[in-house]
């Protein structure tokens, strides 16, 4: 595979229509169906929200990890997530496979705080993670992350580099 300029590429999440859609020099060359926060946008610690504006990807992790490793504090467990680990720990919010750990650029917005309080992005670790594949995409359903089917975020990973531009909008 070819080494992409980092810049050459841009990722767009679009919360109303759930949908992480891939840009290279400005041409839409891939929509991955994503699952975006349950309790809507926002960027408060401890709101649950999807927070919106720019970003970057600060930290790729997993990068030689198996497809369903499963990650809690971004360290994988050597767990590979299959129904029946599901069904052992249902109460589990379920990172798997590659997490694009993500740092806000906006100031007040998604970096640093305002008046409500604590609002950065990184500090809140949201990610673009891998979930189960039992888990609906389409549909609003995470804790704040953006998550992805294994297959796709397998493959988004390998296109995108630390420093990548992620803008995260209410709809586009």
Aim: aromatic letters at 6%.
């Amino acid at each position: 595979m070819q080494n992409n300029n980092q810049s050459d590429i841009q990722l767009v999440v679009d919360i109303a229509q759930q949908t992480l859609t891939v840009y290279q020099q400005n041409k839409k060359t891939t929509q991955y169906l994503v699952s975006t926060a349950k309790n809507g946008v926002g960027s408060q610690q401890d709101s649950g929200c999807t927070p919106l504006g720019r970003h970057v990807i600060a930290k790729k992790i997993g990068g030689r990890a198996p497809i369903n490793s499963v990650f809690v504090g971004r360290v994988p467990t050597g767990e590979i997530y299959d129904t029946e680990l599901g069904l052992q720990y249902p109460e589990r919010d379920w990172i798997l496979s590659r997490i694009l750990w993500l740092s806000g650029l906006e100031e007040g917005r998604n970096k640093g705080s305002n008046r409500q309080g604590g609002c950065d992005t990184y500090q809140r670790y949201i990610y673009i993670h891998g979930t189960p594949d039992t888990e609906p995409m389409g549909t609003p359903l995470s804790h704040g992350c953006v998550r992805m089917r294994n297959q796709d975020i397998m493959a988004l990973f390998s296109q995108v580099e630390e420093g990548t531009v992620v803008t995260i909008v209410a709809e586009h």
